[in-house]
């Protein structure tokens, strides 16, 4: 299992929910919150999108159109959900997270699934240890908004694709569907941190979680970040009006 390398400290300060903290210290803080939620983090996606997120990851996969024989690298997939996906379809996949925890709750479900062939490989999503033009396909699904510097993960996700790789990214966003916004702002700020006090016993790491989400890019700046790591043929796929959506590039 390869160690995850450091990325070059930066002193401009980061988001970490509506706090700005420094790099180290939001790389820190999101590692607490995941190793705090690990265990139940499964449970809590099925509590907190009443198991809506299933039919995402679902349709995620048929998007990224995994096929047998493909190398596919899933970013920050920890727990295996997408993993188990993808490989259902023939692919090679390696599962990376920088969360130890997490890592161990995917071996385990593995084991328990009877599913072997992954690779299981501790990695920063901002400085990864694989060589350049290696993976088919990188998939990341709700990660990248906790990664500290996004420009860095969406470059090391170029460097790492073969030419006429793709790019995949499943993220919560911003919904643009008049009233249900206002609707979704008070289930998820004022709801989720009792849901998460209620099954995980941590209110403070899922009312990060949601404020992780308002502080994500909105989605057409998020393709904009896409396209400035050099890929093309970009797209978003709304969900929900925006309050999910799918992401996608290609590298050429």
Not at 22 to 39: D, I, Q
Not at 144 to 164: F, M, S
Request: glycine content about 10%.
């Amino acid at each position: 299992m390869s160690e995850q390398a450091q990325p070059a400290a930066g002193s401009d300060p980061v988001s970490f929910g509506y706090e700005e903290v420094t790099p180290e210290e939001k790389t820190r803080r999101v590692g607490e919150v995941f190793s705090s939620v690990a265990r139940k983090y499964d449970i809590m996606n099925d509590a907190m999108s009443v198991g809506m997120h299933r039919l995402w990851k679902d349709r995620f996969v048929r998007r990224v159109k995994p096929r047998a024989g493909e190398q596919i690298l899933d970013m920050a997939g920890g727990t295996g959900d997408i993993a188990f996906r993808l490989a259902a379809h023939g692919a090679s996949v390696t599962v990376s997270d920088i969360n130890q925890d997490m890592l161990d709750v995917g071996i385990d479900r593995a084991m328990q699934r009877g599913i072997d062939g992954l690779v299981w490989s501790r990695q920063n999503a901002e400085a990864l240890t694989f060589g350049d033009r290696f993976f088919d396909a990188y998939t990341i699904a709700f990660g990248i908004r906790n990664v500290t510097r996004i420009d860095l993960a969406l470059a090391e996700a170029h460097r790492v694709l073969k030419h006429g790789g793709r790019f995949f990214c499943l993220e919560f966003s911003t919904t643009e569907w008049p009233g249900f916004k206002e609707i979704y702002d008070v289930y998820s700020h004022q709801l989720v941190p009792r849901i998460g006090q209620a099954i995980a016993g941590d209110a403070d790491s899922y009312r990060y979680l949601i404020e992780s989400i308002r502080r994500f890019p909105r989605m057409s700046e998020f393709e904009r970040m896409i396209r400035d790591a050099g890929f093309v043929r970009t797209k978003v796929e709304p969900i929900l009006g925006g309050a999910v959506a799918i992401h996608s590039g290609w590298k050429v």
